[in-house]
């Protein structure tokens, strides 16, 4: 063999490790550093032990609290998911419109690096929604809101296993127009005693649902779901009587909501019907943050 024909097969064989080396990095690696849902890497049971903030923004454009979602999801590092609510979800089959174009800009341009898409809102109406109506606005946000959503907010949620088959097509038609979204489920205020149904929530996609949306002294009285700590989320609205400026001190209400295994919630202020964030919201931000 030439001398040449050496230096091209050295060559060549020296391509192949460096292609063999890139695989490894691109693809091996990521899988041993564990990385969670929005492509943080975390470590061994951190994702499931720390805690994420579930926000109805339900708020119409125009208001300070886009940019402060923003900001939020920035400090906490992407632990947040954010549900965008154009009409409960009957604008989503049209472009958005220049005031919600500038609101959620304001939401990507403050979580920085942080920054992952959000929620569509979708009223399922307890499986009594038509599916075209309900898949309509799935395409919708992926079509024409595609910029800023990328997963799904199941609301009003029905737990008959006569609908199981309404929601396993739903979810089916998510993963077909989006592969890789993730579906948030809303039952509401179930029942304490109440186990979500395993078939509900294996169906792909799925990542949780929220187990309590009331107040704060039915909370108490709530049971620990039997699914894994990121399964579960909880909406509660606290009473007036409590202190806001002392909700990231209240040691007691943040161990409860380990204890009831919820890896995400929003806690919200009798007063605020989801019109505005609540007056604590900065405190509500840091305390998630430590957890």
């Given amino acids: 063999m030439s001398q040449t024909n050496q230096n091209l097969t050295r060559l060549a064989f020296l391509i192949f490790v460096i292609a063999i080396v890139i695989v490894v990095i691109k693809i091996v690696v990521p899988r041993l550093q564990n990385k969670n849902n929005d492509g943080d ?4 049971g951190e994702e499931s032990s720390r805690m994420r903030l579930l926000l109805p ?15 939020a999801m920035k400090t906490l590092g992407g632990r947040m998911d954010i549900i965008v609510n154009p009409n409960s979800g009957i604008d989503a089959i049209a472009p958005p419109k220049t005031e919600w174009v500038t609101a959620l800009n304001q939401v990507s341009t403050n979580a920085g690096t942080s920054w992952h898409k959000l929620h569509g809102y979708i009223s399922t109406k307890y499986g009594n929604r038509s599916k075209e109506t309900a898949m309509a606005q799935m395409t919708g946000y992926v079509t024409l809101w595609s910029k800023w959503v990328g997963n799904f907010f199941f609301d009003e949620v029905s737990l008959s296993e006569s609908k ?30 109440t186990v979500l149904p395993p078939q509900l929530m294996s169906l792909v996609g799925i990542t949780s649902a929220v187990i309590f949306e009331t107040g704060r002294d039915s909370w108490y009285q709530m049971k620990a779901q039997p699914l894994p700590i990121s399964k579960n989320a909880a909406i509660i609205a606290l009473s007036t009587t409590f202190d806001p400026a002392n909700i990231s001190e209240d040691a007691d209400f943040f161990a409860d909501v380990k204890k009831k295994n919820i890896g995400s919630f929003f806690v919200n202020h009798l007063d605020c019907d989801y019109s505005s964030l609540p007056p604590y919201w900065d405190s509500l931000v840091e305390a998630i943050r430590k957890s």
Avoid: T
């Fill in 41 to 44: 890497v975390v470590k061994d």
């Fill in 57 to 71: 923004l339900y708020i119409y454009p125009g208001k300070e609290e886009y940019a402060l979602a923003g900001k």
């Fill in 164 to 193: 199981f088959a309404y929601y396993a097509e739903l979810a089916a038609h998510a993963q077909k127009i989006l592969p890789g979204s993730r579906i948030i489920l809303n039952p509401g205020a179930i029942d304490s005693g």
